[in-house]
């Protein structure tokens, strides 16, 4: 079974950084995609970035040149690095990976920025 565990989600003042880290287990996690999506209340999700097994990325315009996507295959373990971080970048988010036709999701960390 493929678990997602998100952590690293806490209250930050804009203009700062956070690093989230999401790790895997019950999947070969070096050929999967992964992604990191985020909710905000009463907003639709939103996909934040995106990273290949081959390491090619693709990130939310409103993300670009602030948040870096990246993956540690040795640890099974995905990251985003958040930096210049803006009152509406609050929300919950989560890793998340498409496996044998399947979505799986990571349970969710809180990301709040004040301003």
């Known amino acids: 079974q493929v678990r997602l565990v998100d952590s690293g989600g806490g209250l930050v003042q804009a203009g700062g950084s956070l690093r989230l880290s999401c790790a895997a287990s019950?999947?070969?996690?070096?050929?999967?995609?992964m992604a990191w999506s985020r909710q905000a209340p009463g907003r639709e999700r939103e996909l934040v970035a995106q990273?290949?097994?081959?390491?090619?990325?693709n990130y939310a315009d409103s993300v670009k040149g602030r948040f870096t996507i990246s993956r540690d295959n040795a640890r099974n373990t995905l990251y985003l690095e958040m930096n210049s971080l803006r009152p509406e970048d609050t929300a919950v988010y989560s890793c998340?990976?498409?496996?044998?036709?399947?979505?799986?999701w990571g349970q969710g960390t809180q990301v709040t920025v004040s301003s």
């Open positions: 019950g999947l070969n996690f070096k050929i999967a995609t």
């Open positions: 990273i290949t097994s081959s390491g090619a990325t």
């Open positions: 998340n990976t498409t496996w044998k036709s399947r979505t799986f």
